[in-house]
């Protein structure tokens, strides 16, 4: 049986069963949480993330690893700027070259802010 969508695709192809199939094995792993909603979007989320590439576990690994990395910010913003990942010098299209932030402190915010 297929069932044709919006956009002219195929419900019941080989890529829809296999993905219903990967959330079938997540719901059904000992870790998923029983009780909170919130907490089994993000689990199922965080599980579907890779789009079968990796497994769900590592999936989850790399989510958990992207997720704690740090962000940098810039602290002092002129034609040359301070980043907290410790560079020091001339900006490159007002953003850091070394870790290629352009997010700006709150303190700097609060006073370009006031400034303008």
């Given at each position: ?43 199922l ?29 810039i ?42």
């Amino acid at each position: 049986m297929t069932i044709l969508k919006k956009d002219g695709g195929m419900i019941g192809g080989l890529k829809d069963l296999d993905f219903s199939r990967h959330v079938f094995e997540i719901v059904r792993d000992p870790k998923f949480p029983k009780v909170r909603t919130k907490s089994q979007i993000h689990f199922l989320a965080d599980s579907l993330g890779a789009g079968g590439v990796v497994k769900a576990r590592r999936s989850r690994e790399i989510c958990a690893i992207e997720r704690a990395k740090v962000q940098h910010v810039i602290v002092r913003r002129e034609f040359y700027i301070a980043c907290t990942c410790g560079y020091s010098g001339p900006a490159l299209n007002g953003g850091c070259p070394k870790c290629g932030t352009s997010e700006l402190s709150e303190e700097l915010k609060l006073r370009e802010d006031y400034e303008s």
